[in-house]
């Protein structure tokens, strides 16, 4: 983004994308208990940003680690008993309350939903001067929510931290845990570049005049 302001925090039809990410969970007819993990450094000012905006989403506040495994550690860390957890990036605001029912049924009956996307362009790997052309139509783009039962998440962050572990299917999957992929939305996308923004804005303003 190239932006002083954490991204998290940029502002998506007047308020910090961040609150759009927690209203989308608790609007879902579940209403999960949600767990919010921030940089330490970032404590303070969010709670800033909550009083600016008159946010009041009940959430509970908790450090974040070094890499995005060991917050998610710290988070998982604060749950007492079973049940099911839906681990979601907080730039992806678009998330719609339907997708985030579907993984927790899913993760219910099967023990694990990873949400994603299939790319509709054409894809290639590129190693050093040799390209090879790749099948779309086995290929996933994965986003959140990923959602798992508690003790089976639990289970797989024992593991030492890899370079590897890019989320939590990753991590899941190298604990020998089978994986259950469901279709995701393409509205749910991550916001991460300045564009991204802008069109996050263009699907907000489009949901809302079709309600």
Request: hydrophobic share 40%; aromatic share 8%; with cysteine.
């Amino acid at each position: 983004m190239q932006n002083a302001v954490a991204k998290q925090f940029l502002l998506l039809a007047g308020k910090p994308i961040l609150m759009h990410t927690l209203e989308r969970f608790n609007e879902c007819i579940l209403k999960p208990e949600i767990i919010l993990v921030l940089n330490i450094d970032q404590h303070r000012y969010w709670e800033d940003l909550c009083v600016q905006y008159n946010f009041d989403v009940p959430h509970r506040l908790v450090k974040g680690g070094v890499q995005r495994f060991h917050s998610v550690n710290n988070g998982l860390k604060t749950i007492k008993g079973n049940g099911i957890v839906a681990v979601h990036d907080a730039v992806r605001p678009l998330v719609s309350t339907e997708l985030i029912l579907a993984s927790y049924q899913v993760a219910e009956e099967k023990g694990s939903a990873i949400v994603a996307v299939q790319p509709t362009d054409s894809v290639r790997m590129i190693q050093g001067e040799d390209t090879l052309s790749l099948k779309r139509d086995e290929l996933y783009l994965i986003q959140t929510p990923q959602t798992f039962e508690v003790s089976l998440l639990k289970k797989a962050y024992k593991a030492d931290y890899r370079n590897d572990f890019t989320d939590d299917s990753s991590v899941v999957e190298y604990a020998g845990n089978k994986l259950v992929v469901i279709p995701g939305s393409r509205d749910n996308i991550k916001i991460t570049y300045a564009e991204d923004l802008e069109w996050a804005e263009f699907i907000l303003q489009r949901k809302r005049l079709l309600k």
